[in-house]
């Protein structure tokens, strides 16, 4: 979509620029930190669920990539 980098589901989810501003004004507004580890997007949502941080927003990532 972007042609800017390899389109896998990582960048698509992740770190594709506008997907990127969309986690960015959603940590924004809940005043909270969106980090992402891994190098797939299985390994990224299980360092996102078991991190005891995001316990309240666990179902975060499902939402927004439903919306994106």
Same mark, same amino acid.
């Given at each position: 979509?972007? /042609?800017?980098?390899?389109?896998?589901?990582? @960048?698509?989810?992740?770190?594709?620029?506008?997907? /990127?501003?969309?986690?960015?004004?959603?940590?924004?507004?809940?005043? @909270?930190?969106?980090?992402?580890?891994?190098?797939?997007?299985?390994?990224?949502?299980?360092?996102? !669920?078991?991190?005891? /941080?995001? @316990?309240?927003? /666990?179902?975060?990532?499902?939402?927004?990539?439903?919306? !994106?």
């Amino acid at each position: 979509m972007c /042609k800017a980098d390899e389109e896998t589901v990582i @960048h698509l989810f992740l770190h594709w620029p506008f997907t /990127k501003m969309v986690w960015k004004e959603v940590a924004r507004a809940l005043g @909270h930190i969106c980090i992402w580890k891994g190098v797939s997007m299985e390994a990224a949502l299980e360092g996102w !669920i078991t991190n005891p /941080k995001n @316990h309240p927003y /666990k179902a975060l990532p499902l939402i927004l990539g439903w919306g !994106i």
